[in-house]
């Protein structure tokens, strides 16, 4: 059996022509799966040999919530889920979504991978490695899930979970263009926000891929020497080339670039590392997000004082780099990447 939140309408069309359906039954379809829908059933306007059809080819691939913890400070809601496997049985692969409420609407990270290669030291997510990338459909499934957890329409997506998403970036397409489907959930590209730690290759086929969506990058340090001791992948691309990796992508799009800075004590949050940091994004069509580390077991790193993240965006301000610090959500139920699913022992 397979995964139905794989199939875009091209897929299902093709998929109704061979089993003798007319290809409209394609768009119904699509459009329930978009709503949510757990069940064959509960798809009304269908006829019943049809539901048998699917029900006999395919499997709806909604992860299921094991494990839902909701912060009491400020109502962010962490999901460890179960993914299906082919047998539309619970498998034991397990992934983390977060559900933030924002002024400006509801968000969800998600995760593209089960683990994570990438060894950033500051990261739950990558203690075990990399197991699998995600697919297109178990990446939908997350948002279709939190949907139907929280009764509320998700409208901002951050691929920022478990994973790369630029090491996965095949599915990661195809789950782009599934959530901005006109026909099913329809969410808009600019309200959709992919989150790499600087594959540089891939920046420039993204921006040509999808110019309307945002990108962050997991900068972290002013510095290949930092950056080096905490991102193994800064051994691979020198930040001057990241940085001029950026600046096309800015050129082309004509959109900003996110750098997300995690702010650990005593590594990369002096007044001189600031000063550093806005000599290298000087120019740039950018936005530097600070954020205060969440406490990681065994990785023998801590976050700055609050002292020392409002000196760090001082600096930054009075050098006219345009930053904000990152409201701490979830802190009081594992909120960072990975670190729910490192608590479970997987």
Excluded at 2 to 13: A, G, S, V
Excluded at 22 to 37: D, E, L, M, P
Excluded at 169 to 195: A, Q, V
Excluded at 310 to 339: E, H, M, W
Aim: hydrophobic residues 35%; glycine residues 6%; charged residues 25%.
């Amino acid at each position: 059996m397979e995964n139905i939140l794989n199939y875009n309408i091209q897929d299902l069309e093709k998929y109704m022509t061979k089993v003798g359906e007319k290809k409209f039954r394609a768009s119904q379809v699509f459009k329930w799966i978009s709503n949510g829908i757990d069940s064959w059933d509960k798809m009304t306007n269908i006829s019943k040999e049809l539901s048998k059809k699917l029900e006999s080819d395919f499997y709806i691939g909604l992860p299921a919530p094991i494990l839902i913890q909701k912060s009491a400070i400020d109502g962010t809601i962490k999901v460890l889920f179960q993914l299906l496997n082919n047998e539309n049985r619970l498998s034991e692969e397990n992934i983390e979504s977060v559900y933030m409420k924002y002024s400006y609407g509801n968000t969800i990270c998600i995760s593209s991978e089960l683990g994570c290669k990438m060894g950033c030291k500051f990261c739950a997510s990558t203690k075990n490695g990399l197991i699998r990338g995600l697919s297109s459909g178990e990446m939908y499934g997350q948002v279709l899930s939190i949907n139907n957890l929280t009764g509320e329409k998700i409208n901002h997506i951050v691929v920022m979970g478990i994973g790369e998403p630029f090491d996965n970036y095949e599915e990661l397409s195809k789950f782009i263009r599934l959530i901005n489907n006109p026909k099913g959930y329809n969410l808009g590209m600019r309200n959709i926000t992919i989150s790499s730690c600087g594959i540089i290759p891939y920046i420039d086929r993204f921006a040509h891929d999808f110019p309307q969506a945002n990108l962050a990058i997991s900068l972290h340090a002013p510095n290949d020497e930092i950056r080096k001791t905490i991102m193994p992948i800064a051994n691979k691309y020198m930040i001057t080339d990241l940085i001029d990796e950026c600046k096309k992508y800015t050129l082309k799009t004509h959109r900003r670039v996110t750098f997300e800075y995690a702010l650990i004590r005593g590594i990369n949050d002096s007044i001189e590392d600031a000063r550093e940091l806005s000599k290298l994004l000087s120019g740039i069509l950018c936005h530097v997000n600070l954020i205060p580390l969440n406490d990681v077991d065994n990785t023998n790193l801590n976050a700055s004082k609050e002292v020392s993240i409002y000196n760090f965006k001082k600096v930054l301000d009075n050098n006219s780099i345009p930053v904000t610090i990152r409201r701490k959500l979830g802190s009081d139920i594992d909120a960072a990447c990975g670190q729910l699913r490192a608590r479970k022992g997987v």
